[in-house]
Structure formats: C-alpha cells, structure tokens
C-alpha cells in the first residue's frame, strides 16, 4: 500500500481547514496558496472530500471551504479513504471485490487480513485533532 499525492495532499488541505477558526469559509485560491498545492489539483481533491460530506463548500462571492463537523470527529482513516479509495493490502481484501476462488487455500490471505486490520486500527486510531496537536508539539519542540 502506497499513499498518493491526492491523499497526502487531502490531510494536508483538511489539516489546513482545521487550523482555520471554526465556520469561515476559505477561498480555494487561499487554500492552494498556503498549502503548495496547484489550485488545479486542488480543485479535484476538495470535490471528493465535499462528496465524501467532509468539507462544506459555498460558491461565489465570499465562498469557500470550511470542514463539516469539528475536528476531533475526523479520522485520517476516513479522509484517506475519501481520496484513495480502497486502502487494502491487496486486490481481494478491497470491498465489492469478487470472492477469489483460491481463498479457502491461500496460505497468505490470514497474514494480508492482519495487515489490513492493522492499517485500519492504525488510522482509525488517529483523528485529525490528534494530528494538529502532535503538529503544535513539535512545532514548539523544534523552536528550542
């Protein structure tokens, strides 16, 4: 499993909106500037984490992008799976993925399940509050 782009960059434009105070909207343009992102690239990872009901987004004068719920409801696992899609080891642990003929015999499928309820736990584990106050910590940490 390898994290894309999309998805690094998706926790880094929800970590943005998180450090925003509470409720203002903030412009894409803004957004793509303060995180290094091409306002392009941006513009197709925001519409997945709108669809995905984890941004709000308000068009025209005065619009933006704000998160839909507060920041300690976020798990980077949800986030990640709004732009990656299946997070699963392999093919036939990912969901709606056909039942493989060759599962009642594979001597690997217990180990790539153990690695997927890891991956799982591991990022369910975090909410994206946790991430900003680990950010702050070290953040002030560094500053020595």
């Known amino acids: 499993m390898m994290i894309s782009t999309k998805g690094r960059y998706a926790l880094r434009v929800m970590t943005g909106l998180a450090s925003e105070e509470e409720g203002v909207l903030i412009p894409l343009k803004e957004v793509?500037?303060?995180?290094?992102?091409?306002?392009?690239?941006?513009?197709a990872i925001i519409k997945g984490l709108v669809k995905a009901r984890l941004v709000i987004g308000m068009r025209g004068k005065g619009g933006g992008y704000r998160l839909a719920k507060p920041v300690n409801?976020?798990?980077?696992?949800?986030?990640?799976?709004?732009?990656?899609?299946?997070?699963?080891?392999?093919?036939?642990?990912?969901?709606?993925?056909?039942?493989?003929?060759?599962?009642?015999?594979?001597l690997t499928l217990p180990m790539w399940k153990g690695l997927d309820r890891l991956i799982r736990d591991y990022f369910s584990g975090i909410t994206l509050a946790q991430l900003m106050e680990q950010m702050k910590e070290e953040q002030v940490g560094g500053q020595d």
């Open 32 to 43: 793509a500037q303060k995180e290094e992102i091409s306002e392009k690239y941006l513009e």
């Open 73 to 106: 409801e976020y798990t980077i696992l949800e986030i990640l799976e709004a732009t990656e899609g299946s997070l699963a080891p392999v093919a036939c642990l990912e969901a709606g993925h056909k039942h493989c003929m060759r599962a009642d015999q594979c």
